[in-house]
DNA sequence: TGCATTTGCCTAAAGACTTTAGGCAACTTA
DNA sequence: TAAGTTGCCTAAAGTCTTTAGGCAAATGCA
């Protein structure tokens, strides 16, 4: 009984990318070690060697994603500044989710404090934070515009990707580009609170 | 061997409202109809006789918590208006998703469109709608406005309890504060396409 | 009250995924 | 080309899902 005894060729790399396609391609839910292994044509414990365990894939793809969306933000962001930046790093999110629904999935995932510190996820916040400069907002201020323009991207995004607009009269896109005007006005009229926060002595 | 025979009472209600229990103690990822036959003490497969299949255990989960939600939204809105009640409907969100984190995350789940029709959904979008006929907005700007609402507050929790905001400095409690102002303001003075707000000459 | 039917939980079993242990052949290197 | 390392393999145990069929308790009816 001769067998192929070609070598497959695994690596963590190209496990973790061959992850991320079939994430894209079959659901997040579907990526699991033996539907990796199938893919490969390979058995299912060949890919212990390379993998510690399944959450270590999952993780792998979601790190992946995470860099990948920041990547993308901080090219949509190079010599744009005000709305334009605005519209170009929202877009940057839905375009990606679209593009590649089982990372934007895999990118969700909860992450141990440290794997999150070492992840893509903190360049997103520096270059959302980069963004807020074309809008000349108060320190303090600035973290929270930060955390309401990510909870907007990321929640319109989910939803819409899960649905949720998908029975109603207008069009996602058409919300989408109200809400980008919505923002950027907010931005520009960001109400400071009518006691100051203490920002210093 | 005399075994006790004593029926342990099961039925498609106190399963789902176990597993709702289940998911807030162990994370909505350990629902599992093994986990539950556990907490019952009894065999897997007699709870196939009142469930279809897992599946239908998580959904039932997430109709369970939907239905919650738009129950404490219609709760918070009674006799507010404004602000005021855009905060109370802000807060059921935040502290639902707080006091029942894996019932939070089941409400997450991708539901089939017939499914998603009859859930507590769309209760809670037809509430934020009404919460803003105080805000008086043309018509299609409403539902730009619903959505808005609805990513903001999704996308913030989500975050909130994902981690995200729980390494940087001011804590999430202000953020969300100063986030609601932020909003409260927006929709007072919500752009309209066709009419830019008067930012300037 | 006694008998028949229904109901509720059981045993058994098969299939899928995860993970570990240990083996052999194919590469690498000297 | 012999020795060592690497890469994928077989084998096996554990968990979860799901279906089929069985027995006894609960229920309904005369």
Redesign the interface.
């Known amino acids: 009984m001769v067998q192929d005894v070609a070598r497959a060729g695994l690596s963590r790399e190209r496990l973790i990318a061959a992850g991320a396609e079939l994430a894209d391609e079959e659901g997040f839910e579907q990526v699991t070690v033996s539907a990796l292994a199938r893919r490969f044509d390979v058995k299912v414990a060949s890919l212990y060697s390379h993998l510690r365990n399944s959450q270590e894939l999952r993780t792998g793809i979601a790190l992946l994603a995470l860099a990948e969306l920041a990547d993308r933000a901080a090219d949509a962001l190079a010599g744009r500044a005000g709305r334009d930046a605005l519209t170009a790093l929202a877009d940057v999110y839905r375009d990606y989710a679209h593009e590649h629904p089982g990372r934007y999935a895999a990118a969700?995932l909860?992450l141990d404090?440290e794997t999150?510190?070492a992840s893509g996820?903190v360049r997103q916040?520096q270059l959302t934070r980069a963004l807020l400069r074309g809008y000349d907002l108060p320190e303090?201020?600035q973290?929270?515009?930060v955390?309401?323009l990510?909870?907007?991207?990321?929640?319109?995004v989910?939803?819409e990707l899960?649905?949720?607009?998908?029975?109603?009269?207008?069009g996602?896109e058409?919300?989408w580009t109200?809400?980008l005007?919505?923002l950027d006005?907010?931005l520009?009229?960001?109400?400071t609170?009518s006691a100051p926060t203490p920002t210093g002595p």
């Open positions: 969700q909860r404090p999150a510190a996820g916040a303090p201020e973290t929270h515009a955390r309401l990510g909870s907007v991207f990321y929640g319109y989910s939803m899960g649905g949720s607009f998908s029975h109603s009269s207008p996602p058409e919300s109200r809400i005007d919505a006005t907010l520009r009229t960001w109400p609170p």
